[in-house]
């Protein structure tokens, strides 16, 4: 869940509501106050197959407005919870697979 970069100085932590994630998020958190670096959350969301195959092709069937909003809710409601989220950078919403999402958002030049 979590990936650095260290041309950047910035830990990219991806969070979908796991107790998983707010730990990945709480360490990079905690890692990147000591070195005084940041902390970039990301959430993704994607229309799942099953909804996307039950809207046929009227894609306004699929909330896709609500689908963001809930990934971004769950995100911030984890940087909420941190002691210290002075670190943190604003949550960046994207739509796409959660793991592509990731890699994108880290760079090209890290590994995850």
């Known amino acids: 869940m979590w990936h650095r970069s260290v041309?950047?100085?910035?830990?990219?932590?991806g969070l979908?509501?796991?107790?998983?994630?707010?730990g990945a998020l709480a360490w990079a958190a905690s890692l990147a106050s000591e070195r005084?670096?940041?902390?970039?959350?990301?959430?993704a969301w994607y229309v799942p197959l099953q909804l996307a195959?039950?809207?046929g092709r009227r894609v306004h069937d699929v909330d896709r407005m609500g689908l963001q909003a809930q990934?971004?809710?769950c995100a911030q409601d984890a940087i909420d919870r941190l002691a210290?989220?002075?670190v943190v950078?604003?949550?960046s919403v994207v739509e796409g697979h959660p793991a592509h999402v990731l890699a994108d958002?880290?760079?090209a030049d890290t590994a995850i």
């Not at 979908?16 to 707010?22: Q, W």
């Open 7 to 13: 041309m950047s100085r910035t830990w990219t932590v």
């Open 16 to 22: 979908e509501g796991s107790p998983s994630a707010d």
């Open 36 to 43: 005084q670096e940041r902390v970039r959350p990301v959430a």
């Open 53 to 55: 195959a039950l809207a």
């Open 71 to 73: 990934a971004e809710v």
């Open 84 to 86: 210290d989220a002075s």
């Open 89 to 91: 950078d604003p949550v």
């Open 105 to 107: 958002c880290a760079g």
